[in-house]
């Protein structure tokens, strides 16, 4: 019930693709869900975050896909470029405690 | 803003020994603080979560007597691994919660116990 399950584990891109992980949840008590990027040897750094009274989030190159029903949402990052290669956690939480569970973590490649 | 800071980056120490490992929110104040443990290439793992002006909540399977943590303040807390041994030797992560944003992450502790 508490787990987030994060996939792929692993991911190759291109410059310029499109760069998708995706994640999945039980707990329909979770009310927030945000990505984090971590390079190695450093912390987690906040990306983007959603709660589920939207579907879609975008910032920048980086947008959240949320599907309620599905208890699923994914982040896309748009025109990849090789400094976004790091490693990307989602994370669900019930805003009122304060507590994350993280997903698994995808290692994402991006070549030149 | 939401710049959390650890100090230090890294330590190292002797089996038996205890060290202290401090989480500061530099630029909010936290009444909030969560500490985690990552080893190479997996998750974080939340060990306990820190309240200021109370005691910190441990997660199951994480030994209060061994990892003694502190929340003194608005933008201090402390984590402390007493009688430290090799398998403690690990990546420690504060996080802070800042209201209405969201938890922000410190860049890590990196503690080898020889």
């Known amino acids: 019930q508490q787990q987030v399950k994060q996939s792929p584990q692993s991911l190759i891109v291109q410059k310029g693709g499109i760069s998708i992980i995706n994640c999945a949840y039980e707990n329909t008590a979770f009310d927030y869900f945000p990505w984090y990027q971590q390079f190695p040897g450093k912390g987690p750094a906040l990306l983007i975050a959603?709660?589920?009274?939207?579907s879609e989030k975008k910032e920048g190159r980086f947008t959240i896909s949320f599907n309620k029903s599905a208890k699923q949402f994914s982040l896309h990052i748009m025109d990849s470029q090789p400094g976004d290669s790091a490693t990307y956690f989602c994370?669900?939480?019930?805003?009122?405690?304060?507590?994350?569970?993280f997903g698994s973590g995808t290692r994402l490649l991006v070549r030149p | 803003g939401a710049v959390v800071s650890q100090h230090p980056s890294w330590v190292i120490c002797k089996s038996g020994t205890s060290v202290k490992i401090e989480c500061r929110s530099l630029?909010?104040?936290?009444?909030?603080m969560f500490w985690y443990r990552q080893f190479p290439k997996q998750s974080l793992m939340l060990m306990a979560t820190s309240n200021e002006g109370s005691k910190a909540t441990y997660e199951q399977g994480v030994e209060k007597d061994k990892f003694l943590i502190n929340h003194a303040s608005l933008t201090l807390s402390t984590l402390t691994v007493t009688s430290a041994h090799p398998e403690d030797s690990s990546f420690y992560i504060c996080?802070?919660?800042?209201?209405?944003?969201?938890?922000?992450f410190g860049p890590g502790t990196r503690l080898t116990v020889t």
């Open positions: 996080s802070a919660r800042r209201e209405a944003s969201g938890q922000y």
């Open positions: 959603i709660r589920p009274d939207v």
């Open positions: 630029d909010f104040q936290a009444t909030t």
């Open positions: 994370a669900a939480g019930v805003d009122s405690s304060y507590k994350l569970i």
